[in-house]
């Protein structure tokens, strides 16, 4: 005859039973060995690949970052990315990039930037030969093409700024696109990096600055932890500091799939939209666990590691 399991003990198990169902998901799945990198959208699969070609080369983590981003930047994934984005209202692209660096805590970003092809690579470059973390509008082009970023002549921009000035507002403006390559690595040693750019939302006003090259909000790296990145319409994820709040939460012992899903959970609370917030992100941690979470839509993103690599996809969370 079986004996009876006492109720303190019943409930204990049944917790723990629970609790190991929540961290049983391939997205919390432990990378044991190799580098990892993680990145938003299908297009992202293109950055990792690059990314990870590049630390197994011998690069440096911030190299394999740049690189990897140039790359979504050199073709402008989706409109999304680079100098072949969506334009802003008076008709001309203004690109948005950052870069953070794990192990030394620097970080260096460019906004409003005009007529530079690789705005991630002008971002660096303020990272390492300024005393400065953000540059914008002209002074960061200048700063771009003293350090020799490739860069496009911007003679046409004058008149199109003049004739919005005038009050000449075009009507056509695609206005629907918002979309960002935010790409986070982890190498072999379990040292973090990570960087982010985007041409910003499409026929957003002429000067206008989203979240992806603001640390804390697009992107953000600690390395005793864990870093994420954000894409969607920045303004609900800045007025938050929504990646620096997965940080936080994985720092409290979330896996980086709890994490991003709890702070869509509490942007949600507080906002006055609830989940209508078209907001995603990823993360992942120092053990190589990674994760990813949308507001209201299906997400797909990138992994990669050596030998593979894969666009994988999750559903929107579940409204509390």
């Not at 938003?40 to 394999?64: E, M, Q, R, V, Y």
């Not at 005038?166 to 040693?189: C, F, N, S, W, Y």
């Not at 600055?209 to 800045?238: F, K, Q, R, W």
Request: a neutral charge; proline letters at 5%.
């Amino acid at each position: 005859m079986l004996t009876p399991i006492p109720a303190r003990l019943s409930q204990l198990l049944l917790l723990l039973f629970l609790l190991t169902g929540c961290v049983g998901t391939p997205m919390g799945a432990k990378v044991l060995d190799g580098p990892l990198v993680i990145s938003t959208w299908p297009f992202g699969k293109h950055a990792n690949d690059k990314a990870i070609a590049a630390l197994a080369a011998g690069k440096s983590l911030i190299d394999a970052v740049e690189l990897g981003i140039r790359e979504t930047e050199r073709v402008s994934a989706d409109g999304s990315v680079g100098l072949g984005g969506r334009p802003n209202a008076a008709g001309y692209p203004q690109l948005d990039a950052c870069i953070m660096d794990g192990p030394s805590r620097d970080a260096g970003a460019v906004a409003g930037i005009e007529g530079i092809v690789h705005p991630i690579s002008a971002a660096r470059h303020v990272m390492e030969k300024s005393k400065h973390v953000m540059l914008v509008g002209e002074g960061a082009r200048w700063f771009a093409l003293e350090h020799g970023v490739e860069s496009v002549p911007i003679d046409d921009l004058a008149s199109k700024k003049q004739s919005w000035a005038e009050g000449h507002r075009p009507k056509d403006v695609d206005r629907d696109g918002h979309d960002t390559i935010a790409l986070l690595v982890r190498d072999k040693d379990g040292h973090l990096a990570g960087g982010c750019s985007t041409s910003g939302a499409g026929g957003k006003l002429p000067g206008r600055v989203g979240d992806s090259p603001i640390l804390g909000s697009g992107l953000y790296v600690d390395e005793e932890v864990g870093a994420a990145g954000a894409t969607g319409i920045g303004e609900n994820v800045m007025r938050y500091c929504g990646t620096f709040l997965i940080v936080e939460f994985m720092r409290q012992g979330m896996t980086p799939q709890a994490a991003c899903e709890e702070a869509v959970h509490r942007i949600a609370r507080l906002d006055p939209r609830g989940y209508k917030l078209d907001i995603c992100f990823v993360a992942l941690d120092k053990t190589g666990r990674y994760g990813a979470a949308a507001s209201n839509q299906k997400f797909p993103f990138a992994v990669a590691t050596n030998g593979k690599s894969k666009v994988l996809t999750v559903e929107q969370v579940t409204p509390r």
